[in-house]
C-alpha cells in the first residue's frame, strides 16, 4: 500500500502476509488491477531416486537404493544420471538438502549434485549449472562452481576441509536474488555454525531443469567413488502474476 503526500510513504506487498494458501487461489489486487494466482509448491526427494525417473549414461554412475551412487567414474568420461525436476530460477528461493560420502576423489572436479538448464553433458556449449564439486589431489577440498552463458566461475573452502570417507550433511540453495550458497555440515541435524559456507552468483542463470550427478569428459583418467543420497529439494509456492 502506497500513502502519497507522507513523508515516510511505505508500500506493503499484502500477499507475503498470507499464510496456508492452497495451490490455484487467485489474488486480486485492487490499487493496481493485477491478479494473481497461487502456484504449488515443487518437490524433488529420496524417494523420486528411482530408476524409472532418472536417465544413466554410462555404466559408472547408477541410482541405488533411493541415491546416486558412482563407482570409480573416470573423469574422462561423461557418466552422468539425470532427471527431471520442479523449474528452478536465480529469482526464486528453493532450497536442496542432501547427504554427501566421499571414497575416493579425483584430481578433477567431480559433479557430486547440479542443477542444469538441460540434460546434456556438463560443460556442452548453451548449457547453464549450479553444482557442488569435490576435487582431490592437493586440494581436498569443496567447490560451488556456476556454469553461465559459457563461463565457468567457482568458490572453493580451504584446502584439506574434505576427508574421505566422512559423512557431510549439506543444504545448496538460491536466496532469491541472484545468488546460490552451499553450507556443509558435519553433524546430522545441521546446527550451529556450519563447517562450510560459500556463496556465489548465478544471475542470468536461466531456469533449471535437471538435476545431475557425474562427470564431464576433462581428460583426466582419475576417479570418483561416492553416494549423494537423502536428497530433499524444496522451490516454496509463490504468487504468479497472470498475463
Known amino acids: 500500500i502506497t500513502v502519497w503526500g507522507a513523508s515516510d510513504d511505505t508500500v506493503t506487498d499484502e500477499k507475503t502476509t498470507i499464510s496456508n494458501v492452497e495451490a490455484g487461489t487467485r489474488f486480486y489486487e485492487t490499487d493496481t488491477r493485477k491478479i ?3 502456484g504449488a509448491e515443487g518437490t524433488f526427494t529420496s524417494t523420486d531416486y528411482t530408476t524409472s525417473n532418472f536417465t544413466a549414461v554410462g555404466s559408472t554412475v ?3 537404493s533411493n541415491s546416486a551412487v558412482s563407482t570409480s567414474t573416470p573423469s574422462n568420461t561423461a ?3 539425470y532427471a527431471t525436476v520442479p523449474s528452478l530460477k536465480s529469482t526464486d528461493a528453493w532450497s536442496c538438502d542432501f547427504q554427501l560420502y566421499v571414497t575416493a576423489d579425483a584430481t578433477n572436479d567431480y559433479h557430486t549434485i547440479a542443477f542444469c538448464t538441460n540434460s546434456d553433458a556438463f560443460n556442452t556449449s548453451g548449457q547453464n549449472h549450479i553444482s557442488l564439486q569435490t576435487q582431490g589431489g592437493s586440494y581436498n577440498r569443496f567447490v560451488l562452481n556456476a556454469r553461465i552463458g559459457g563461463s565457468n566461475s567457482e568458490t572453493a573452502t580451504s584446502s584439506s576441509t574434505r576427508s ?3 559423512n557431510y550433511y549439506c543444504t545448496l540453495s538460491s536466496d532469491g536474488a541472484d545468488t546460490a550458497r552451499i553450507r556443509i555440515w558435519t553433524n546430522s541435524n545441521r546446527t550451529g555454525t556450519p563447517d562450510q559456507d560459500k556463496t556465489l552468483s548465478i544471475a542470468n542463470i536461466g531456469t533449471l531443469t535437471t ?6 569428459n576433462s581428460g ?3 576417479v570418483w567413488s561416492g553416494t549423494t543420497s537423502n536428497v530433499s529439494l524444496t522451490n516454496p509456492a509463490k504468487w504468479i502474476e497472470r498475463g
Open 62 to 64: 547408477a541410482i541405488t
Open 164 to 166: 574421505l570417507s566422512t
Open 79 to 81: 557418466n552422468r544420471v
Open 36 to 38: 494473481y494466482r497461487r
Open 220 to 222: 583426466d583418467t582419475n
Open 211 to 216: 538435476v545431475m550427478h557425474g562427470t564431464r
